[in-house]
């Protein structure tokens, strides 16, 4: 089914210009993908334009995610250090949008749980992962993670590996860099070196 348009514009995006005006920065398609980024203080009222225009129907909340973009050197679609995307689905057109905000530390974005039930436990793991404070959705616990876990381990700065496994008798395990296990997938003869792998 094709995307509603008016004129040479797809619908979602003059919907969204109307209610948001200057506030929806940039539009962008990728893939055939359609990419609303807007100022982050308004997000809410994008997704609810989204939802709740009869003629465009995006009533399905795949997911919302988060993205660290401080070691990012390429040109981006939004300023501040992380972005949040929502992914929508339209159950009346079959298609989808993607709505992108950035945020910096120390900034808050409004929480989407109040139109879709759904954004709350994502955006709780972004907030756990990222650092990414949702206002409305605020934690006063750890999520996913431990409750004295010290860090945002999806941020660029977070170190990889290297840390001992603390096992259920007191005993520490080998750190990741200890452990050298040879698999199929580094050649296509089953090999490592002169190892065979595979048990061929």
């Known amino acids: 089914m094709p995307n509603p348009m008016l004129g040479e ?17 940039k539009v962008k398609t990728f893939r055939d993908d359609l990419f609303l980024c807007v100022a982050r203080e308004r997000v809410v009222d994008a997704l609810r334009v989204l939802k709740e225009d009869p003629d465009l129907g995006y009533d399905y909340f ?18 501040g250090r992380f972005e949040v995307i929502y992914n929508l689905m339209s159950t009346r057109w079959f298609s989808r949008v993607f709505v992108k905000v ?41 999520f996913l993670l431990p409750d004295d876990w010290v860090g945002y381990p999806l941020r660029k700065e977070y170190p990889l590996g290297g840390e001992d496994v603390l096992f ?8 990741i860099e200890d452990v050298s296990m040879p698999h199929a997938g580094e050649s296509f003869d089953g090999k490592t070196g002169s190892q065979g792998v595979s048990g061929r």
């Open 168 to 175: 259920d008798r007191g005993e520490h395990g080998p750190a």
């Open 102 to 142: 950035g945020v910096d530390d120390g900034q808050t974005v409004p929480t989407a749980k109040g139109l879709f039930l759904g954004a709350e436990y994502p955006e709780r793991e972004i907030n756990d992962l990222y650092g990414v404070v949702f206002e409305g959705n605020e934690q006063t616990q750890r």
């Open 62 to 79: 795949c997911e919302c995610l988060g993205a660290d973009y401080s070691a990012w050197t390429h040109e981006r679609d939004l300023p």
């Open 9 to 25: 514009e797809r619908l979602e995006v003059v919907k969204v210009r109307v209610a948001l005006g200057e506030d929806l920065i």
